[in-house]
C-alpha cells in the first residue's frame, strides 16, 4: 500500500491534537476573560479613589449635602434682602438609565425686592456667589434668567417670579435615591417664636368669628451659611387659609418703624435679627446668613 496521500485527502486528526481554529479560540476566550477582570478592577478603584464625572454615579443622599450648602451661598449673596427658604421638592418617576429609576431634588430661596429691576438684582447676586461657579445672567425672551454651576452637578437658576419677586433654586437633575435626602436639622432659633406673634396677629380682627382658622402647622428649614462653623439660614414658615386680609393693620404693632416691604403683593419686616414676610398666603419668619 502506497503511503503517499492522496490530493485533495486531509488526514484525520487524533482526539488530543488540537485544531488550529479550536487553540485561537481557547485563547481569545483567556484573553478576553483577562481583559473583563481588568476592566472591573480599574473601576473599583475608581469608584473608590476618584470623584464623580458623571451625575450618575453620585445618588440623591451624596447630592444633598451640595444642595444644602448652595441654599446658604445663595441666602448670604442676597444680602439684606428680604428672603425665605422654600420648601424642598422631590420628583420620581425619572430614570437614569433605561434599566435604573430616579428622582429629582429641588430647593428654592425667595427673594422679595419690591421697586428693584429683576436683572439687576439677579446680576447683584450672581456677582455675589463663588467665582467657581461661574455665575452669570442673561436676557431670554422670557426676562433674565441667571445660571451658575454649584458642582457635582448641580446647577443653579433664577428668575423673576412676580411683581418684586425673584426665585432662585438649586436642582440636581435625575439622580439615583440611595438612601434619600435628609434636610438639615434646623437649630432652635427666634423664628418659631416670631412666626408665632405674626400669626397671633393675623388670627384677630381679619378672621371672621364664623370662620374661625385653624392653626397652621409651622415648617421650620434650614440651610447652612457659607463659611463653615454652625451657622444656619432659618425659616419658619406657615401657608394661611384663607389668606388674610389688610395684613399691614394686623402685624403693624409687631412692624413698629422697621416695615421693609408694603405691597399688595408682600408685606415684611424686621423683628430683632428675624425678617418676617408675607407674600400671598405664605407667612414666613427667616434668620439669614447676611451678617
Known sequence: MSGAVQAGYAPQTGPDEPTPTRGRSRWLLVVTVAWAVLLGALTWV????DGPTVREQRTLAQAGPVVDRAV??????????????????????????????GATLERAVEVADPGADPRAVLTQIADRLPAGWRAGVRVTGDGPRLRADAGEFVLVAGRPAGDGLVRLTVRTGC??????????????????????????????????????????????????????????????RATLDPAPEAPSRALAALAR??????TPEAYAYRQDAVTVALLGDELTATTSCAP
Open 46 to 49: 475608581s469608584v473608590r479613589d
Open 257 to 262: 418703624d422697621a416695615v421693609l416691604v408694603d
Open 175 to 236: 439622580r439615583p435615591v440611595g438612601a434619600g435626602y435628609r434636610p438639615p436639622a434646623a437649630q432652635g432659633g427666634p423664628e418659631a417664636e416670631a412666626l408665632a406673634a405674626a400669626l397671633r396677629a393675623l388670627g384677630g380682627p381679619t378672621v371672621p368669628p364664623q370662620r374661625p382658622a385653624a392653626a397652621p402647622e409651622p415648617q421650620l428649614l434650614a440651610a447652612p451659611c457659607p463659611g463653615g462653623g454652625d451657622r444656619q439660614a432659618r425659616t419658619a
Open 72 to 101: 446658604g451661598e445663595l441666602v448670604a449673596a442676597a444680602g439684606d434682602r428680604v428672603v425665605a427658604l422654600a420648601p424642598d421638592r422631590i420628583e420620581t418617576g425619572c430614570r437614569v438609565t433605561p434599566l435604573l429609576d
